[in-house]
T-cell receptor, first 114, second 113 residues
Framework: NAGVTQTPKFQVLKTGQSMTLQCAQD?????MSWYRQDPGMGLRLIHY?????ITDQGEVPNGYNVSRSTTEDFPLRLLSAAPSQTSVYFC????WGDGNYEQYFGPGTRLTVT | KQEVTQIPAALSVPEGENLVLNCSFT??????LQWFRQDPGKGLTSLLL?????REQTSGRLNASLDKSSGRSTLYIAASQPGDSATYLC????????????FGSGTRLLVRP
């Protein structure tokens, strides 16, 4: 099992550009989510999904879109990058509904917006 | 407001010491609590998951306890090694916001050879 994978590892964008951060898991987890980690702010939830076709907003969803067309994949789209979106982005997955909920994280994508 | 607090923010100990990291949370209605390790520039590695019905979990030199009524968890590391140096994060899944983990700000541990 590869677990949770993310691409790219690093990305530099100019203000106003758009891009998609990729996330995939091979554990057949229903739940997937995106967090961002910022110094002094900790980890904050951006969007999450409890199954294919189901997504919802977390704490800091503005400027980001998600979709979940398959169980395995949960891409995060930045619509028009802003310097405030400079951060490290983590994708996570877990089972859902069985009471376990142990969360597994990907290695992260370090994004810089200039 | 549901919050998770970790004390101390940083800790430096000589190799071989036993140590305790603390985590407190504001609401006892939780599904579970999870301890993670994060190395610089890396992702989060799950160390231990304690369900709300459990009092402790053990993995190797690590032991995590949970006291829901007092809103506290401790992570005990026995016989610390330089390779244990990392940031340790505590995260709680509260019952009325079960779709997310709420993280503490972490304890940065340095184990000196």
């Amino acid at each position: 099992n590869a677990g949770v994978t993310q691409t790219p590892k690093f990305q530099v964008l100019k203000t106003g550009q758009s891009m998609t951060l990729q996330c995939a898991q091979d554990m057949n987890h229903e739940y997937m989510s995106w967090y961002r980690q910022d110094p002094g702010m900790g980890l904050r939830l951006i969007h999450y999904s409890v199954g294919a076709g189901i997504t919802d907003q977390g704490e800091v969803p503005n400027g980001y879109n998600v979709s979940r067309s398959t169980t395995e994949d949960f891409p995060l789209r930045l619509l028009s990058a802003a310097p405030s979106q400079t951060s490290v982005y983590f994708c996570a997955s877990s089972s859902w509904g069985d009471g376990n909920y142990e969360q597994y994280f990907g290695p992260g994508t370090r994004l810089t917006v200039t | 407001k549901q919050e998770v607090t970790q004390i101390p923010a940083a800790l430096s100990v000589p190799e071989g010491e036993n140590l305790v990291l603390n985590c407190s949370f504001t609401d006892s209605a939780i599904y579970n609590l999870q301890w993670f390790r994060q190395d610089p520039g890396k992702g989060l590695t799950s160390l231990l998951l304690i369900q709300s019905s459990q009092r402790e979990q053990t993995s190797g030199r690590l032991n995590a306890s949970l006291d829901k009524s007092s809103g506290r968890s401790t992570l005990y590391i026995a016989a610390s090694q330089p390779g244990d140096s990392a940031t340790y994060l505590c995260a709680v899944r509260f019952m009325d916001s079960s779709y997310k983990l709420i993280f503490g700000s972490g304890t940065r541990l340095l184990v000196r050879p």
